[in-house]
């Protein structure tokens, strides 16, 4: 790989983004820039969801990267194809691999783990512990297989699910795919949670048609009957509701097939308020307050409901 082809370097994998490429021609998908609310038809899936040298100028991380995306294009080429969850258990493990790299290469994730350590930084500068003011930019590259290491038996234990959309309405994505959420949680305002509290959830939307799907089986059961680890949804209001979350995990842009209805779009996107979270609270004193983002907006999902077994245990005697 030359150094020219490593300049450019992806966050969410061009192969991914071709699942919801326009008209199936593979270079391009449509989007939308929340910050502006201005929709894009035609967006380069070779020069989208990436920055110059993000994971450094060496370019190794983004060859590492194209390695394991030679591995997990057909495995999700085939969960799409066969609307089946791997029966192969590499593949399996080659699944949850690339669902947990999802949601810690994300531009998103890395803006604010950056964030905490330039709070971290300043604070030490601050407060006279360090007599030079640093400033950490580029993805913060050892964060992400750390993360990996420390939450591998939490993915390990999540339920996997497949969510086959049978409605008219379409899945779309975003440039931070991954959707963290807990609705034990929001439903009893409670205010933050992380991929170790009970009750998580994970959605990573696949095709327009298809999403991924790994939940706390402990805590969750289906509302509706499972066969082969597949949700068939004939609700589009679920979908709706889906893509309403699917929105608010985005960072910077969403993307959907140019088959995507103009109109849902426009009025997904008119309720939605553009955020980027502050992880730090600076203070007059050498501590700072440190909190990664959850989703608490409430989304009607009516795929899952609470166990009352869970609810029992949690209630006090």
Not at 1 to 22: C, D
Not at 257 to 279: A, G, I, R
Request: glycine content about 4%.
């Amino acid at each position: 790989m030359s150094k020219k082809s490593h300049t450019n370097q992806h966050y969410v994998p061009q192969f991914y983004l071709r699942n919801f490429a326009n008209d199936n021609n593979g270079k391009s998908v449509s989007g939308f820039v929340l910050k502006s609310k201005k929709p894009i038809k035609h967006i380069s899936i070779k020069e989208t969801a990436s920055e110059k040298f993000y994971y450094g100028e060496t370019g190794e991380i983004e060859k590492w990267f194209s390695r394991l995306e030679g591995i997990w294009k057909p495995i999700i080429h085939d969960i799409i194809e066969r609307k089946t969850l791997p029966l192969n258990e590499n593949d399996y493990w080659e699944l949850l691999y690339f669902v947990a790299l999802s949601e810690v290469r994300a531009f998103k994730y890395g803006t604010i783990t950056n964030k905490i350590l330039n709070g971290l930084l300043d604070l030490s500068y601050r407060f006279g512990t360090s007599d030079k003011q640093y400033e950490v930019i580029g993805h913060p590259i050892s964060s992400m297989d750390a993360y990996v290491l420390e939450n591998h038996d939490i993915y390990e234990k999540l339920v996997p699910t497949l969510l086959v959309n049978n409605t008219e309405l379409e899945f779309l994505t975003s440039d931070n795919p991954c959707a963290k959420y807990n609705q034990f949680f929001v439903a009893r305002n409670l205010n933050y949670y992380s991929i170790r509290h009970k009750g998580i959830q994970l959605f990573l939307p696949l095709s327009p048609h298809i999403c991924l799907c790994f939940y706390d089986g402990e805590v969750y059961r289906p509302c509706s009957d499972v066969e082969n680890s597949v949700i068939n949804i004939i609700e589009p209001s679920q979908i709706n509701e889906l893509n309403k979350l699917f929105l608010r995990n985005a960072d910077l842009m969403i993307y959907f097939s140019n088959s995507f209805n103009s109109d849902t779009v426009n009025e997904l996107v008119s309720h939605h308020k553009f955020y980027q979270h502050e992880p730090c609270k600076k203070t007059q004193i050498p501590i700072v307050g440190i909190q990664m983002e959850s989703i608490n907006d409430y989304f009607d999902l009516r795929l899952f409901d609470v166990r009352n077994s869970f609810i029992k245990n949690c209630s006090p005697h």
